[in-house]
């Protein structure tokens, strides 16, 4: 397997997304086969109803999937496949995204993932869970 990222290198990768850095997302933890990426709510990432659109949640999902395989498996990741389920409506200020590997394998890892909404009280929701297989590519 190829060289796993420390937390700083992995914020600078997720800093070189031009979407992600759009959003404002935050990689708040790294290590160990979890990983949390974080970005404030706000009105632009909203549907009709006054909820976080299920794109943002998928893209949070999919996003920290692979950074927490990242930290099994090293930087040359691609998301294969993942699929997600909407439990409620995500209303709060933080989406928070915290994944956590639950098989490595040499050429994918199998990554599980609990999406909340966290209130400026600390009150936290889960409104969504995915799970994904990330493929291991081949260092150039």
């Known amino acids: 397997m190829n060289k796993t990222p420390d937390l700083d290198q992995a914020?600078?990768?997720?800093a070189a997304q031009p979407f992600s850095a759009l959003l404002g997302t935050r990689l708040t933890a790294f290590g160990d086969g979890e990983a949390v990426l974080e970005l404030d709510i706000r009105e632009e990432l909203l549907q009709q109803h006054g909820t976080v659109h299920g794109g943002v949640l998928g893209y949070a999902a999919d996003n920290a999937l692979t950074f927490a395989?990242?930290?099994?498996?090293?930087a040359?990741?691609?998301?294969a496949g993942f699929t997600i389920d909407y439990l409620r409506p995500a209303k709060g200020d933080v989406l928070r995204a915290h994944a956590?590997?639950?098989r490595a394998g040499r050429t994918r890892v199998v990554v599980r993932c609990d999406l909340t909404t966290v209130t400026g009280d600390g009150d936290?929701?889960?409104c969504a869970v995915a799970q994904g297989s990330i493929a291991v590519q081949q260092a150039a």
């Open 11 to 14: 914020r600078r990768v997720l």
């Open 76 to 79: 040359h990741l691609i998301t």
């Open 124 to 126: 936290a929701t889960l």
């Open 69 to 74: 395989a990242g930290t099994v498996a090293g």
């Open 100 to 102: 956590q590997v639950v």
